[in-house]
């Protein structure tokens, strides 16, 4: 067997470097694309918690019950109340700025309605 040349050894050394290089930073941009997904996902559920427990602090004259529509009104004060009357069944009687509906989980959670 011809001997290794020290030259050429060095070659396939660098080119076993090189490969593994692009092989692990491959992965790691991988890895940073998932951590930066998981941090949006995290901070949108502690947004939509935190505005969960904004609206359970509004005021309510009756028993809110999973699955039960609520609609958001503001006083002219700015204070603001739910309704089981939407705005149109209000009609032009409606004394509230009228903010949105929701539909009430049962795990306590609040989704929008559109």
């Keep these: 067997d011809p001997p290794f040349s020290l030259v050429k050894r060095a070659e396939e050394i660098e080119k076993a470097d090189a490969m593994?290089?692009?092989?692990?930073s491959g992965k790691l941009d991988v890895?940073?694309?998932?951590?930066?997904?998981l941090q949006d996902e995290a901070r949108s559920i502690i947004e939509k918690a935190d505005r969960d427990r904004e609206l359970h602090r509004i005021k309510c004259s009756f028993e809110k019950r999973p699955g039960q529509?609520?609609?958001?009104?503001?006083?002219?004060?700015?204070?603001?109340?739910?309704?089981?009357?939407?705005?149109?069944?209000?009609?032009?009687?409606?004394?509230?700025?009228?903010?949105?509906?929701?539909?009430?989980?049962l795990d306590g959670s609040f989704e929008a309605v559109p």
Excluded: M, N
């Design 20 to 24: 593994l290089g692009t092989h692990l």
């Design 31 to 37: 890895i940073a694309r998932q951590i930066r997904s």
């Design 69 to 105: 529509t609520l609609y958001l009104y503001a006083k002219k004060d700015g204070e603001k109340i739910f309704s089981i009357l939407s705005p149109e069944e209000w009609g032009p009687r409606l004394p509230y700025e009228y903010c949105g509906a929701y539909v009430l989980g």
